[in-house]
């Protein structure tokens, strides 16, 4: 057996190969290298897939974030409501367009916003709330989308963690997370559920006007070439990563169920456990599982984190300091806001190697082992 990997992308990629390789080829016999025919034929493969009117491709998830902020013509010290438990990208954003962040609290179970959080945080300066779909679970978003369209707040969602999720809502229509706020945003980092090889990013919206909007943004302010309406930026999907994205996205639900087999083999090796919490699975949502992430209660997570890495087994603690403790905060004096269970969890959370290529023989190792140390 060797090495096992926190994400296999080579043997991902060894499945893949002659269509990536094809694909990766094929742009560069067209020296079509920004924009071209891949690009804009993502775009309307993507749409198609999510359910979702238009697709604006950009570089990465981190500006995918920005630019629907941009797009709402926010202002300085308006607040933008978002949990704690994230990625620093999520709030990052807020922070860098001087906007105010106002932090809420996650669910145990679900690790995603609580609802009766968001309406207590809501006030008049609540400009936009960006639920995140964490590693890989949807928000519960029709209680959230019901809230913020009495308050007509926009709902920017986070979907860097789960493209290829579906949530069902209480009449039994099912859309794709990512397609049902105002904006969607994902990344296409590598190791994403839809990764490429390297750095990319893509924008979500039914709304046509937004649409145009943020396509401008992304594309420095214009429509017309050279003529510059507005304050935008450089944010383009490069095309070689577009046509690999073409090629993963045939394969993506394959993928969410390849994840989905390894988190049932987790699931069984842990249940019967009195120390271990395994992965909520709302009935509302298909978890996609970008992570699988155990709490453990009562153990030493950071000992065992260390003892596994002792036996070859990676793991990783996301995210080892919440948003609202993070130094670059600072000036927003969050690092108090009460948030007991993102702290709780922020304690307790470990994360076991999650991709499409796990063997049974790999999954078997990981849970015997994991075992041993708890004991
Ligand atoms: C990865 C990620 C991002 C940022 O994506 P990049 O492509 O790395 O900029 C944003 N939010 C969440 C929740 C993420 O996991």
């Given amino acids: 057996m060797d090495n096992i990997q926190m994400v296999d992308l080579k043997r991902q990629y060894q499945k893949i190969k002659t269509d990536v390789d094809a694909a990766i080829q ?9 924009g071209g025919p891949d690009v804009a034929q993502l775009s309307t493969e993507l749409a ?21 902020l941009m797009a709402l013509d926010l202002q300085p010290g ?21 906007l ?28 936009a709330i960006i639920p995140v779909h964490l590693y890989g679970q949807s928000v519960d978003m029709e209680p959230l989308l019901t809230l913020a369209n009495e308050h007509n707040i926009p709902v920017i969602e986070d979907n860097a963690q789960a493209i290829g999720g579906k949530y069902t809502f209480s009449d039994g229509h ?16 590598p190791s994403k559920n839809l990764g490429g090889y390297g750095d990319g990013g893509a924008i979500f919206t039914n709304d046509a006007e937004l649409a145009v909007k943020l396509k401008m943004i992304a594309n420095h302010g214009q429509k017309v070439k050279y003529y510059h309406e507005m304050v935008g ?62 709490r453990l209660i009562g153990i030493d997570r950071d000992m065992v984190h260390k003892k596994l890495a002792d036996r070859n087994i990676p793991s990783m603690i996301y995210y080892p300091v919440p948003s609202h403790k993070q ?42 082992n994991l075992l041993e140390i708890i004991g």
């Fill in 26 to 34: 094929n742009v560069i016999n067209s020296a079509a290298f920004i």
């Fill in 48 to 68: 198609e897939y999510l359910g979702v009117k238009h697709v604006i491709p950009c570089a990465n998830g981190t500006d995918a974030l920005q630019i629907a």
């Fill in 174 to 189: 099912v859309a794709k997370t990512g397609s049902m706020g105002a904006i969607g945003c994902t990344s296409f980092f």
């Fill in 233 to 294: 930026c450089n944010s383009r999907l490069d095309t070689i990563q577009a046509a690999i994205l073409r090629v993963k996205l045939r394969q993506l639900d394959g993928y969410c169920d390849a994840r989905r087999s390894a988190a049932d083999y987790y699931d069984a090796a842990f249940k019967n456990h009195p120390n271990i919490i395994t992965p909520f699975r709302a009935p509302y949502s298909t978890h996609v599982f970008h992570q699988y992430t155990l």
């Fill in 100 to 127: 105010t962040p106002v932090f809420v609290d996650v669910d145990e179970d679900t690790f995603t916003m609580n609802i009766e959080s968001v309406r207590k945080a809501i006030t008049p300066k609540t400009k």
């Fill in 327 to 368: 130094a670059m905060l600072k000036e927003y004096g969050t690092e108090n806001n009460y948030l007991p269970v993102t702290d709780m969890l922020n304690k307790e959370v470990i994360s076991l190697p999650m991709h499409t290529e796990l063997t049974k023989e790999e999954l078997s190792f990981i849970t015997t």
């Fill in 78 to 98: 308006d607040e933008v409501i978002t949990p704690s438990f994230t990625y620093i990208a999520t709030v990052e954003v807020v922070a860098l367009l001087r």
